[in-house]
């Protein structure tokens, strides 16, 4: 079973190798799967064993609590949750954000395609992450349109006039922004898998630039009265 669950981890484990993180939280997580508390049901004194049943509840939150612990000690940013998951740990405004805003743009497929990335962004899989960033790059696109305008960049225009006054050097900096995001979509293996578009090859540039993006979503779509938080 764990080499269908963690099939990248070799079992057992050499003394000399350190898995990649990935790896080991896999790990914890098939482990969670199983975690429980035995709890005596009664005593059989003929045979002298007790007769036991698996209480899965405490015995998961005392596996995780010893988890969080070790990764505590570790410096590690994750955090094993009640469910055996295991999610990111971010710093607290980004937090905020990701956990507790609700997106209310007018459009239902743009709202779940922001909820959905934050759920992505927050996992400890990377795929799920490069997921998440697609994800909110897709949710942009869909934002240049959400007011009223003859064609794509009307709109898109319209919305930043709104986020900022028409004309001032912030409203400029928003429009250079929004220029250089899309320019981004378009370099880098985002939305589309183009030959020439060069890969994010480290965690760090897609939550360099999911949360670029994030800050621009979030200030163009709250200063128009499209979030709630």
């Known amino acids: 079973m764990l080499s269908v669950e963690v099939p990248w981890l070799d079992w057992p484990p050499a003394i000399d190798e350190v898995p990649e993180t990935p790896i080991v939280l896999d790990l914890l997580v098939f482990c ?8 005596s049901e009664g005593h059989h ?9 698996w209480d899965r509840e405490p015995g998961l939150e005392r596996f995780a609590a010893d988890v969080n612990r070790l990764f505590a000690r570790s410096g590690v940013g994750f955090e094993m949750k009640a469910d055996g998951g295991i999610q990111r740990l971010m710093p607290a405004a980004f937090a905020e954000i990701v956990g507790w805003t609700v ?7 743009t709202d779940a395609l922001l909820e ?3 759920k992505l962004i927050n996992s400890a899989k990377i795929d799920d992450r490069k997921d ?6 897709d949710a942009f696109e869909r934002i240049k349109t959400i007011e009223p305008g003859a064609n794509k960049k009307a709109q898109a225009d319209a919305l930043l006039d709104r986020a900022a ?4 050097r912030f409203r400029q900096e928003l429009g250079t922004e929004a220029s250089a995001l899309t320019s981004i979509g378009n370099t880098f293996r985002i939305r589309h898998s183009e030959t020439g578009q060069e890969n994010l090859s480290r965690p760090e540039y897609l939550d360099y630039l999911f949360f670029r993006m994030l800050s621009f979503i979030q200030l163009a779509l709250k200063t128009t009265g499209r979030t709630t938080s």
């Open 165 to 168: 006054t028409s004309g001032s």
């Open 103 to 109: 997106y209310q743009t007018g459009d239902s497929e």
């Open 116 to 118: 959905r990335s934050m």
């Open 32 to 39: 969670a799967e199983s975690a429980g508390k035995p709890v």
């Open 132 to 137: 998440g960033l697609e994800k909110i790059w």
């Open 45 to 53: 004194g003929y045979f002298n064993h007790d007769h036991l049943s």
